[in-house]
């Protein structure tokens, strides 16, 4: 499989606090990758380099051939092709559904009002939500303003879509309907980096998982090795404390 | 009653007064919306030294009164036409005070927004025309619809410079018709309420054509 996503020796840093040290990891097209650690760790960080949203200090960031990292690129062009799934969904809140999903396509792709509209639609469907077209954000619940914003990733016809934590700000019984949106679009090969904290989801969805901490990956794996058998300390007592705080899955 | 038909065969002075207010409202407002906008992005969007600088122009054109601030432009050493003058001096002061409406409006934008279409390459001046404008008209129409109240009524103070307003018309007319004073202002005070409340009537149907939901309505 080609290599979609390519990350190298990424370096941040915020003032003394080293954030990330020396990060690297490929994700190969149509692979999900999870991404799992504790608070602080760097995971947001990770994906805010990654589309250069937090530029980072040295290292390289290598999308499907475009280095992102080089100053030559055109940034917003290579932005285009990723989407961005937000935890707390950042939606445009005057505009309506359809207008959130449709934008993409219309003000940073250039399509026409009608094409931008079908690609909408047609990606509201894929969430389940074409029936609120023209609701407007503030109208919907947490779940649905996540699943609006997974569908404004799509309309990019984007090569990656990176989730910083997509349930984190989302009450319990609404989590479920975000994470059968994700499972969806991973078995449909959508490629994925995704940050969380839901150990089940990750699990299930992950085609690789990586442990990062203090801004160091510990441990990298299919999700069944590092899930079951952490070879990592760290990882051990990471993942004990989660199925305490949350119950066995 | 005598004062009645001074007042009704007076009516086309008065108008012709109204008509230079609005004019004067028109302008010194556009200029104020102008100069106030461009104040408010310089002082949010600017750097340290350029928002400090904004910052203490708007705080310098609070603090001066109106009719300092016109009689100082109409002085200035060189001839300008008296609505133009106005349309300066009052709009400068309106400047600050809109400027501060929209500032006010651009930091309860929610920055998610602004990072998220960042984060799907739209370019700068692609987010300030399609989230950062349209979502300050949406939060400023309300305060706007104040300020827009308080100009329609500082337009009277533009007679020091010689412009022929509402009051300049109601002097003149207590002059040639010795005398009614009270009912001549009297008069005049209406047709600044009448204007105020036109103008308050067309806002606020605005308004309520610009809200959606999640934006909070001022209104009470």
Request: proline share 4%; glycine share 8%; charged share 20%.
């Amino acid at each position: 499989m080609p290599i979609t996503l390519q990350v190298e020796n990424l370096k941040k840093s915020f003032g003394n606090l080293e954030v990330l040290k020396k990060v690297s990891f490929n994700l190969e097209k149509g692979k999900t990758m999870v991404v799992i650690g504790p608070s602080g760790s760097g995971k947001s960080t990770l994906l805010r380099c990654i589309n250069q949203l937090t530029p980072p200090d040295s290292g390289s960031v290598v999308l499907d051939g475009i280095e992102l990292t080089n100053n030559k690129t055109d940034l917003n062009e290579a932005r285009s092709e990723i989407g961005f799934v937000f935890q707390n969904f950042n939606l445009i809140t005057h505009l309506n559904v359809l207008g959130n999903v449709s934008f993409g396509p219309l003000r940073v792709k250039g399509k026409s009002k009608k094409d931008s509209n079908d690609i909408a639609m047609e990606e509201l469907k894929k969430v389940g939500l074409e029936d609120k077209a023209f609701s407007y954000p503030a109208e919907l619940s947490g779940g649905q303003q996540q699943r609006v914003s997974i569908a404004r990733a799509l309309a990019l016809n984007p090569k990656l879509i990176l989730f910083d934590e997509p349930t984190s700000a989302l009450d319990p019984e609404l989590i479920g309907e975000v994470l059968d949106v994700i499972i969806k679009l991973a078995k449909e090969g959508m490629t994925s980096l995704i940050v969380t904290h839901e150990m089940g989801f990750a699990r299930s969805i992950a085609d690789e998982a990586i442990f990062l901490e203090n801004g160091i990956i510990l441990e990298k794996g299919p999700p069944k090795d590092l899930f079951s058998n952490p070879k990592n300390k760290r990882t051990m007592d990471f993942l004990q404390k989660i199925s305490q705080l949350y119950g066995e899955e | 009653m005598h004062i009645f038909s001074v007042i009704l065969s007076e009516l086309p002075q008065f108008l012709k007064g109204i008509l230079i207010a609005i004019k004067l409202a028109a302008g010194l407002l556009t200029f104020g919306f102008i100069l106030g906008m461009t104040m408010a992005m310089l002082e949010v969007f600017g750097n340290k030294i350029i928002s400090k600088i904004t910052s203490f122009i708007r705080k310098l054109l609070w603090g001066i009164p109106q009719i300092i601030l016109l009689l100082l432009v109409f002085y200035l050493p060189f001839d300008m036409n008296p609505m133009i003058a106005a349309i300066i001096a009052l709009g400068l002061c309106s400047s600050a005070f809109q400027s501060q409406i929209f500032r006010g409006a651009i930091l309860s934008i929610d920055p998610g927004q602004i990072e998220a279409a960042k984060a799907m390459g739209l370019k700068s001046w692609k987010i300030l025309l399609y989230i950062i404008l349209p979502q300050i008209m949406i939060l400023s129409v309300g305060p706007w619809t104040n300020e827009f109240s308080s100009e329609i009524k500082d337009t009277s103070l533009a007679y020091v410079v010689g412009l022929i307003e509402i009051m300049r018309q109601a002097r003149y007319i207590i002059t040639y018709t010795y005398g009614n004073s009270l009912a001549i202002f009297f008069f005049a005070g209406l047709i600044y309420f009448v204007l105020t409340k036109i103008g308050n009537t067309i806002f606020f149907k605005i308004e309520d054509l610009l809200w959606v939901p999640g934006f909070e309505k001022r209104r009470e």
